[in-house]
């Protein structure tokens, strides 16, 4: 496949995605240059309608691509729970007990597991009788002020057709890096996530904890297409939200069939014990935006529930897609001719001559060819930039999903030239340059101090700190401190009020 090259420089303006759009079909003035596929509820957050009530079990996106720093290892990167409101508390955020967090590996192309990685967590509370997660300043995973701590195994199963051929324990009760309170229970944030990043056998390494949720994109797509006129475009309305992330890296020798054979398929899933005691699937994640923008309402269901040996039963939701059709009807793009053979490589097969393995199966992987080293100057729209490296072949965190799936799915591939987006280009915090590359998550104590504060108090913990902002003049103390016995006594007489109105209920015969 020779890749389409172009810049991929920043459409940073509306007028700029505007001309794009008209580029690309004629669109009238009110068109629609930043659509984004499907409305879709970010990659696969919320994506369908039992999933979207069960937040501990909802996959949100999945990320493989070789290591930047380790070119002879291969990372996956694995999300769930959407939208962690980062002040969630006293009930932060936690992996579910009841569940089985699996990541799949195909290394021959038949739509079937040959390896799968199994994550089970534990939650530990080291003192019942308190509401709180943690009861001072943490500065370690084994501080005996984090009062709520998780831990969790990894099994690894080596499969055939379908088949369990044998299992192995990789390890045992690995801590996970906890939800970031805030600045002030938790001060060195970033020391207790490089604590979470565990070592294991065979020259792999884990992590499992919280980190900023690292997809990007204009969600405001659903207030009748960014306000009817364009004027809500370009804002990442996942900024300042977090996730709960797996990740795993892995000598890519572990992982691919042979070096002659080096494209794997990867996808992940989540499974719920049931009343009966039984583990049923209840989320699935390969490539993002399928089950969002593909799959219709009567599907999306049923494909959290399948496995991709059975995608066939699919095929026409790829071949015949919604999407087109319906920007084409509201904004007159024409849609690319059916079937859409393009969709199918890309979202089913991969791209023959760069991530299609031999005697491939079509079913629903994020395709890697673990061949292809990684760039120094990634490409934020992968493949269609020219960068080999990028999406769809795999998915890094820097690729822009969402504009390149969108281009895809107007037919770029097939001829119609286009440049829609959604004007967001780029996450809104940085990675890491090295396992597990997410960024740290926003703590729950962002937003604006109290007045009188700044950045530099410490936690204060005398009652006459607290009652009081930092550098609040002493009348403001003495106010503050009548306001607060005023309460008080106002509080005495409602006990006082309470208990006679229940001795009169005492005296009545009913």
Known sequence: MTPISRSGSGRGSIATLICGALAAGGLVAA????????????????????ISGQPQYDNTDVYAFVSPDKPDSTTIVANWIPFEEPGGGPNFYQFAEDAQYDLHIDN???????????????????????????????????????????????????????????????????????????????????????????????????????????????????????????????????????????ALQVPTEMIAE??????????????????????????????????????????????????????????????????????????????????????????????KGLNQPPHVRPAEELRLNTSIKPTDSPKRLGVLDGDNAGFPNGRRLTDDVIDASLQVVEGELVGSKNDLGDAVDKNDKDFEKSFPYVALPTEGSRGPLAKGTSGGNDVRNQLGDALSPAGSSGSDNMTLIAASAGAGAGGIALIGAALMWWRRTRERAY
Do not use: C
């Open 258 to 351: 042979s070096s002659h054979q080096p494209i794997v398929g990867i996808w992940s899933t989540t499974q719920r014990k049931n009343a009966q005691g039984y583990y049923s699937q209840v989320s699935r994640l390969g490539n993002p935006l399928v089950n969002e923008v593909v799959n219709p309402l009567k599907d999306k269901d049923k494909f959290n529930a399948s496995s991709p040996w059975d995608d066939a039963q699919f095929l026409k939701n790829v071949t015949n897609p919604e999407l087109p059709k319906l920007i084409e009807a509201i904004y007159k793009i024409p849609a690319p001719k059916e079937p859409r053979n393009d969709l199918v490589d890309v979202f089913l097969k991969g791209v």
């Open 31 to 50: 068109g629609v240059a930043t659509l984004e596929p499907g409305a879709a509820s970010a990659s696969s957050h919320r994506e369908a309608p039992l």
């Open 108 to 246: 021959n192309g038949d739509g079937q597991g040959d390896l799968l990685y199994r994550f089970t967590f534990k939650t530990h509370v080291k003192n019942k009788k308190s509401f709180l997660y943690n009861t001072g300043v943490v500065e370690s995973l084994d501080d005996p002020d984090l009062n709520v701590t998780q831990t969790y195994d990894i099994d690894l199963f080596r499969l055939k057709y379908g088949k369990v051929e044998y299992k192995t324990k990789v390890a045992d009760d690995i801590p996970v890096a906890p939800s970031n309170v805030g600045k002030a229970s938790m001060p060195n944030y970033e020391k207790l996530r490089d604590q979470a990043v565990y070592k294991l056998p065979g020259d792999a390494t884990a992590f499992a904890g919280q980190a900023d949720d690292p997809f990007f994109a204009d969600l405001r797509v659903f207030d009748l297409l960014y306000g009817g006129n364009l004027s809500e475009v370009g804002n990442d309305t996942l900024k300042g939200y977090n996730v709960n992330s797996i």
